[in-house]
C-alpha cells in the first residue's frame, strides 16, 4: 500500500525552497520595513501598503530615485486610507542575486529622498549598500515615476488585511535599518508561482507567508519625518 502522505512530502522537498519576504510600505512613517533583504533567486519580495498614496519602484544606484534602465519593476500608486492596509499587494519575484534598489515614487513629500528605500542583496562595496544609496537619496530632489503602468511584478489579494488598531499611529525614524535574510524568521513555501501578470483570481493566493517585518517598536520619533508627514498628509 501507498503511503500517500510520504510521496507528497518527498515530492515538496525535490522542489527548491523559495521564501517570501513581506515588506511593510508605509507602515511606521516613511520607510520600507525591512529595508534590507538577502534573497535568492525565485524568492519573492511582497510589498504591503499602509495608509497615504506609496508605490515602489526598482532604481540605479547611482542616480537616485530614478527607474532601473532596463528591467525592474514598478507597483503603480497603492492609494490606502488611514487605518486600513491596502486589499492588495505587489509581489516581485528575485532573478538572480544581484544588488537591487527600490524607492517609493510618492512626490507628496518626497518620500524617496525622506527615507522611502531599501536594497536587496547589497554587497560590501560601499556603493550598492543601503547607506550609500541613502547618502545619495538625501540630496535627491523629487522622484521619478515610470511611465505607464505598473510592470515587473504581479499584483495580488493582500492576505492579511487586519489592521492592528494602533499601527496607524505609530511613528519611528525612517533611517532605521531592519534587515532580513534567507536564515531569519521567514516562511519557507514551496509553491511560488511563476505567473506573471495580473490575472489573479479573488483569494487565490494560497502561498504560506510569514510576516518578515521584524517588530522595530518605535524607539525614538524622526522628527524631521513627523514634520513632512503632517505637512503632507494626504
Ligand atoms: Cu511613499
Not at 202 to 224: I, Q, S
Amino acid at each position: 500500500m501507498v503511503n500517500l502522505s510520504s510521496f507528497l512530502i518527498a515530492g515538496l522537498a525535490l522542489q527548491a525552497q523559495a521564501i517570501v519576504f513581506n515588506v511593510s510600505v508605509g507602515r511606521n512613517g516613511l520607510s520600507f520595513e525591512p529595508n534590507e533583504i538577502r534573497a535568492a533567486k525565485d524568492d519573492i519580495i511582497e510589498f504591503r501598503f499602509w495608509p497615504k498614496n506609496h508605490s515602489v519602484v526598482a532604481g540605479r544606484f547611482n542616480e537616485p530615485c530614478v527607474p532601473a534602465q532596463a528591467g525592474g519593476f514598478y507597483s503603480g500608486f497603492f492609494p490606502t486610507p488611514a487605518d486600513t492596509i491596502n486589499p492588495q499587494v505587489f509581489r516581485v519575484r528575485i532573478n538572480n542575486s544581484d544588488p537591487i534598489v527600490f524607492y517609493c515614487s510618492q512626490n507628496n513629500g518626497q518620500h524617496c529622498k525622506n527615507g522611502m528605500y531599501g536594497i536587496i542583496n547589497p554587497t560590501q562595496n560601499g556603493v550598492t549598500t543601503l547607506s550609500g544609496y541613502g547618502a545619495l537619496a538625501r540630496q535627491a530632489g523629487n522622484a521619478t515615476s515610470p511611465a505607464g503602468g505598473p510592470f515587473g511584478g504581479q499584483i495580488a489579494a493582500n492576505p492579511n488585511t487586519s489592521v492592528p488598531p494602533s499601527s496607524s499611529t505609530t511613528s519611528s525614524a525612517a533611517a532605521s535599518s531592519s534587515t532580513s535574510s534567507r536564515t531569519g524568521s521567514v516562511t519557507a513555501v514551496t509553491t511560488p508561482s511563476p505567473t506573471r501578470g495580473t490575472s489573479t483570481s479573488a483569494g487565490g493566493n494560497t502561498t504560506a507567508t510569514a510576516n518578515t517585518a521584524p517588530n522595530m517598536g518605535a524607539p525614538f520619533v524622526g522628527l524631521a519625518v513627523a514634520g513632512a508627514a503632517a505637512l503632507f498628509l494626504v
